[in-house]
């Protein structure tokens, strides 16, 4: 256990302490304790940077499962650790917003920190494992934590629906995940993501290359909302503004990005990968960024800005793993530029979305509604708010001096390289991507136009709003001013970021290139000449204000799609589908009849060992063993096969239960004609005895509805007992001719000698095979107290009487 | 008018005494001739019954105040009790043993474990039999 693994620890041995300070401490809000832990972690893992800037890495080992390889190791590099600090820089400000958000008296905040620290130790697991069950371990606990945290107001029914979608999706994309790291393991026969980078060459090779990527793909495309998994996130809006902002802006939205980059390195190179991963992003990006344009509602606009952001770093992934195809050369190096862009983007979105929600989140909470349609004019109530959304929305349109301006450059740089890459079939279809890309970017221009000038300028609508609209207590807004600060600052010095964490990040993607002796000389200019990406940059401006000031003259456009056709229709009318299918298909066959449980029982029989005997042929008879057929025995058979035909036949029960007796009695001389006293006399009194006790059931036959009338026929129960007929009696002749080994009588025989018996049967029961008599006679007990208590315990009468 | 069923009263006496007799002697028979605790079990259940039959229920259990659940629990306590008799001399459960002895008036006997086992079988069959069925006659809804 060392100070890596007790830190990433943290926050859920706190968790256990949150209950206890909310219970004794209440006059202080639970909030402040809380927020100890991920400053703690920020401390911690900026401690790291001098190590990681220097490109070296660091591990730390904790047995769990030692003799399945499955252990907690816990891994550091630039990818991981710029994760780290995300998770706990942002989760510090998103705690203390949250101190201010959520009301001491009013909400129930220990359940809120525990579920919120659950989220942080399992994020930073994720991240920091570099075995993959441990990973898959923290992925699912990410989506537990997620599914509570939405549906925290669980009172409120779209929480809980918003919840179970989410959760719905996640879990299935982290299952197929599972499935998919376990193939990886079987191919290269070990959970460590590090060992698996040295058999790159076999997995590529391997048959399960394919199905395990699109598996693992899978969970990640589910978990960072790209299409067409995208649909939970909106919905996941319910939660409360402070867990938007962490979870599905900054932190939980991105594990899906981390696996694709962490994954890279396995799978890039490969042209499936290449498709897959970019194409879906770039679908998701321009996918999101229309239909964000279209939401009233400031928290789904930003959701569905979030789901158009991830697909562009997702995209920028899929180009940028065109590097690892040609290898370390000057060639794939401008390749490259793709991932350092996704990496980059990756913090640039963390930092101006976060803040945007907690914006969002002050607004609400100031004014009492997030509709844009009831908003307006809140410029000069609220400056300060005002002033960080102006700042976020810039920076997500690209616009400089923010630091969304540096990494959308790099954005277009990136498409405009892979367009230009004649491999993949991406001569024909490569000029589309900076189509998409430059379309995409007008859209998030005019919804980011929305946000800011829909909220703050216009006219305030005071009669609207449920509150009178003032500025937020500064403790709310500090959280948001350090984001937008950074915003700023990483604007102007954008090479302390990329020397300290964006070159060692890369070296984590493309650990290839690394061995092949190169390194990444990473610079980050904010003027960059008069290129093609800033003339498509000045293009988006130029169109999307024209777009955004016409925005009502067009906008009837989104009304054309019909509600039917939208992915949430589809989702809702699967789920129901489902539903009603399963029903359906139990109710079809479940039915509450022991007879038609019978029928697939004896069907079953029929169709299994019948099905054995015609596939294996197993029917042979051979009557050279039998003994001759004596007159006596043909006599028996014949009164047997008559009372059995009269059972079945009998119009009253009563001659049924007399042909019943009279089977048992010819049973009886059977055992008579092959010298079996002991059985014979048993069975006479036995049979006696049940016949007699069917007689009593008989005689307590309510009289209402008596049915005198004999057995209904049903061609199915005809057909199904006589398939158990014959199937019983083909094996039965093809068992008896078929003897493998001699009869072990002859040992009994010798009963006088070995057990001082004559009857040799007694001998069997009470001494060589006693233990057997003994059960019985345990089950005779335990049948003859039931038939007691079933008829003297009569609980549903005693309340009658 | 009640019937006055003499001859079934006088015959009974009679015929339940020899089907109690037969019944131990097909209980002791069974080591060496078909019989045994199972069959000798019913036989004395019918015996039993045969009374019940013949005579009033509350008569006989004036006559006859015996429980017949606990026979039940006296004779698995023989059957398991008998296994466990030949764990104390260190053999494997359920092990029996016989031995041929001299005694007076009887002559050579044959005694075995497999006995008080074989009595455990006749003791629950008797207490199971009886009390199915006087269970079941009892219940007057």
């Known amino acids: 256990m060392s100070w890596l693994h007790l830190i990433i620890l943290l926050p859920f041995i706190f968790a256990i302490f949150v209950p206890f300070f909310y219970k004794y401490l209440p006059r202080i809000h639970t909030g402040w304790f809380v927020f100890v832990v991920p400053v703690a972690l920020f401390a911690y893992l900026l401690s790291y940077i001098p190590l990681i800037a220097r490109g070296q890495t660091s591990y730390e080992t904790v047995n769990w499962i030692p ?191 981390y696996l694709v980059a962490r994954f890279t390195a396995i799978f890039g190179g490969s042209v499936e990968w290449f498709w897959i991963v970019s194409t879906i992003g770039i679908v998701t990006l321009i996918w999101g960024s229309v239909f964000a344009v279209k939401q009233t509602d400031l928290k789904a606009l930003l959701a569905y800005s979030t789901i158009s952001q991830l697909g562009m770093i997702m995209s920028l992934l899929g180009l940028g793993s065109a590097a690892l195809y040609f290898g370390y050369g000057n060639e794939s190096a401008m390749y490259t530029t793709a991932i350092l862009a996704a990496v980059f983007h990756l913090i640039n ?35 300060i708010s005002f002033t960080i959304a102006l700042i976020g929305s810039f ?127 990473v610079k980050i200019y904010a003027w960059h000449g008069w290129n093609t990406e800033l003339f498509m940059t000045i293009g988006v401006v130029a169109f999307g204000s024209l777009l955004f000031v016409s925005l009502k003259k067009w ?13 949430n229709h589809a989702y809702d009318l699967g789920l129901e589908k489902v539903e009603k299918a399963s029903h359906g298909i139990t ?173 040799m049967v007694n001998a069997i029961l009470v001494d060589f095979r006693g233990f057997d008599t003994l059960l019985e006679v345990l089950v005779l007990s335990i049948a003859g107290l039931g038939v007691y208590t079933l008829i003297k315990l009569r609980l549903a009468g005693r309340d009658n009487e | 008018m009640k019937t006055n069923n003499v001859l079934l009263h006088t015959l009974s006496r009679v015929v339940t005494l020899i089907i109690l007799i037969f019944s131990v002697y097909l209980f002791f028979a069974g080591h060496n001739n078909p019989g045994g605790g199972f069959i000798g079990g019913l036989m004395t259940a019918s015996a039993l019954m045969l009374m019940y039959l013949t005579f009033d229920f509350s008569k006989i259990k004036k006559a006859l105040p015996i429980n017949f659940t606990s026979f039940i629990a006296a004779g698995l306590l023989f059957a398991i009790g008998t296994g466990f008799a030949s764990t104390l001399f260190g053999f494997p459960y359920l092990t029996q043993f016989f031995d041929y002895y001299q005694l007076p008036i009887l002559g050579e006997v044959e005694l075995t474990t497999a006995l008080p086992f074989d009595l455990g079988v006749y003791l629950v069959v008797v207490g199971i039999a009886l009390t199915i069925i006087l269970t079941i006659a009892e219940d007057d809804k």
Not at chain 1, 555 to 567: A, C, D, F, H, K
């Open chain 1, 555 to 567: 906008s009837w456009l989104y009304g054309v799609m019909p509600e039917q056709l939208t992915l």
């Open chain 1, 587 to 759: 109710a079809f066959h479940m039915t509450g009849f022991i007879r038609d449980y019978l029928l697939y029982i004896f069907g079953f029989i029929v169709v299994v060992l019948g099905g054995a005997v015609v596939m294996l042929q197993g029917f042979s008879y051979d009557p050279s063993g039998n003994a001759p057929v004596s007159v006596y025995e043909v006599v028996l058979v014949a009164v047997m096969v008559v009372a059995a035909i009269g059972v079945l036949i009998a119009k009253s029960r009563l001659t049924a239960i007399v042909a019943v007796g009279v089977l048992g009695y010819m049973v009886a001389l059977m055992f008579v004609n092959f010298r079996a006293p002991d059985l014979a006399l048993t069975q006479l009194v036995v049979e006696t005895v049940t016949v007699a006790l069917f007689l009593l059931c008989f005689y307590h036959l309510p009289k209402f509805k008596k049915e005198e009338s004999g057995v209904r026929f049903r061609a199915a129960n005809l057909v199904i007992s006589l398939g158990v007929g014959t199937v019983v009696t083909l094996i039965a002749l093809s068992a008896q001719g078929a003897r493998v080994f001699e009869p072990i009588s002859t040992y009994f025989e010798d009963s006088y000698e070995l057990a001082g018996a004559r009857n």
């Open chain 1, 349 to 383: 979105h963390s930092t101006f979305k976060g803040s945007l929600f907690m914006v969002v989140g002050i607004v609400d909470h100031e004014t009492g509604t997030r509709d844009i349609r009831r908003l307006g004019g809140l410029m000069t109530i609220m400056p």
């Open chain 1, 67 to 257: 003799s399945l390889g499955i252990n907690f190791t816990a891994y550091v590099d630039g990818l991981s650790l710029i994760f780290g600090l995300l998770i706990s820089g942002v989760g510090a400000l998103v705690v203390l917003y949250s101190v201010y958000y959520m009301a001491k008296e009013r909400e129930a905040l220990h359940n809120f920190y525990v579920y919120l620290l659950m989220f942080m130790g399992a994020m930073m697991g994720l991240v920091f494992s570099d075995n993959i069950i441990v990973l898959y371990l923290f992925w699912e606990l990410t989506s537990v934590s997620s599914f509570l945290l939405i549906a925290y107001w669980y009172q409120r029914k779209q929480s809980r629906y918003g919840a179970q979608k989410s959760m719905l999706i996640t879990i299935f994309g982290g299952l197929s995940m599972l499935a998919g790291f376990i193939m990886l393991s079987i191919i290269t026969d070990t959970y460590s993501i590090r060992e698996m980078l040295g058999q790159v060459d076999q997995i590529a090779a391997h048959g399960l290359f394919v199905p395990a990527m699109i598996l693992i793909l899978l969970g990640a495309f589910t978990k960072s909302a790209q299409f067409p998994f995208h649909i939970w996130l909106p919905d996941a809006m319910e939660a409360p503004t402070p867990v938007s902002a962490y979870l599905h802006s900054a932190t939980m939205v991105k594990a899906g990005i």
């Open chain 1, 395 to 521: 920076s997500m349109a690209g616009l400089p001096p923010f630091n969304g301006f540096l990494s959308k450059e790099m954005f277009f740089t990136g498409v405009l390289n892979a367009s230009e890459l004649n491999i993949f079939q991406m001569e024909t279809w490569g000029i589309l991507f900076p189509i998409i890309a430059w379309v995409a970017s007008v859209f998030t221009f005019i919804y980011s136009m929305i946000l800011v000038f829909k909220t703050f300028t216009g006219t305030y609508q005071p009669k609207k709003l449920e509150k009178e609209a003032h500025e937020a207590p500064i403790g709310m807004l500090i959280p948001p001013i350090v984001l937008a600060s950074l915003v700023v600052l990483f604007f102007f010095f954008p090479n302390i970021l990329s020397k300290n964490l964006l070159e060692p990040a890369m070296a984590a993607i493309l650990p290839s290139f690394i061995e092949a002796g190169g390194g990444f000389d």
